[in-house]
């Protein structure tokens, strides 16, 4: 075992918890369903997975809150509007359309008949079958039915929580697998899932009994990118909403008339769950500065960053991080 990596991997697993992570717009878009009838509350975590970022998922919510009738009628909204829409590259099968909203809208199609037809799954405590159910839905793989499954638990539309890894495809987290157990020669691409299960259940067991299986899989995926990738630290999901916000705001206060974007409901609910520390709302800083500047830190200068622990607006050598006082 690599104990540096075991050490970062544990850093990174307790400060991201401390934002409301991993992914905690996850959390977000969950409490704003809290009040829904049941069939809103699909439609509306489908939005969310369907664009993956609360931002976007509240513009098309605010003008559908419930799925309409006619398909037709979501094309020519997302046709019209594809400027004021983003996407997480994860969802890069919805997002690399050139009909500019066709793959999105057979996506909520399957949205449709998941309100329809999950609600025969409610309740259920057969974590396979769930899995199945959401991997057969329309633009939805390994990636998005691990997100679907997830919120609809939440939601307490099924009793299941994630077995494994889901090991199968996941080569992010297996990535990160293979990092923390060098002796293993474990391929994170190859075909041998029952040794990605063990070397996952060992990492949990021995060392990470607090996590959820789905926890897991979403902190091994964002370390490895922490490390490998230098795109991820502690907080970063949270600035990634917040650039998101801030890409689409103008646009959507232009449609609606409005000489300065209104606050919506994700900006309120990100106050009410996440520590103040963590927002760069309060904070003052640019999400976007922010990656340039921490998505190499653990692994060129050999700590885990925290703005529970650091001063982000005080530090300039991140060599050195001002602690906050």
Not at 203 to 232: A, I, N
Not at 269 to 285: F, S, Y
Not at 289 to 311: I, N, P
Request: charged share 30%; glycine share 8%; with cysteine.
């Amino acid at each position: 075992m690599n104990e540096k990596h075991l050490k970062f991997f544990g850093e990174f697993c307790k400060y991201e918890k401390l934002t409301g992570g991993p992914d905690p717009h996850m959390a977000d878009v969950v409490h704003m369903c809290k009040d829904l009838p049941v069939e809103q509350k699909v439609w509306r975590v489908a939005l969310y997975v369907g664009v993956y970022n609360i931002p976007t998922a509240e513009a098309i919510w605010t003008k559908f809150p419930e799925h309409p009738q006619d398909n037709g009628v979501l094309f020519d909204f997302f046709y019209d509007h594809w400027e004021g829409l983003r996407f997480r590259r994860e969802r890069k099968s919805v997002a690399l359309d050139a009909t500019h909203g066709e793959n999105l809208t057979r996506y909520c199609d399957g949205a449709e008949w998941t309100i329809e037809h999950l609600l025969e799954l409610h309740g259920e405590t057969d974590f396979e079958r769930v899995w199945e159910f959401a991997m057969g839905l329309p633009h939805v793989g390994r990636y998005a039915a691990t997100k679907l499954v997830e919120c609809w638990r939440r939601l307490g539309i099924v009793n299941v929580d994630c077995e494994d890894i889901r090991p199968r495809g996941g080569w992010s987290p297996r990535t990160a697998l293979a990092m923390i157990y060098p002796e293993a020669n474990h391929d994170p691409k190859g075909d041998d899932i029952g040794q990605a299960n063990e070397l996952a259940q060992d990492l949990r067991e021995g060392h990470f009994p607090h996590l959820s299986w789905y926890d897991l899989e979403v902190m091994l995926c964002e370390y490895k990118t922490s490390y490998k990738t230098k795109r991820q630290f502690p907080g970063r999901s949270l600035d990634s909403e917040l650039s998101y916000e801030k890409a689409i705001a103008s646009y959507w206060a232009e449609q609606a008339g409005d000489p300065e974007p209104p606050p919506t409901e994700h900006m309120r609910t990100r106050i009410a769950l996440h520590p103040r520390w963590a927002l760069g709302e309060v904070q003052g800083w640019d999400p976007k500065e922010r990656l340039k500047k921490l998505g190499h830190v653990v692994s060129k200068f050999g700590y885990t960053w925290s703005d529970s622990l650091y001063d982000y607006n005080a530090t300039t050598d991140f060599a050195n991080p001002v602690r906050r006082t």
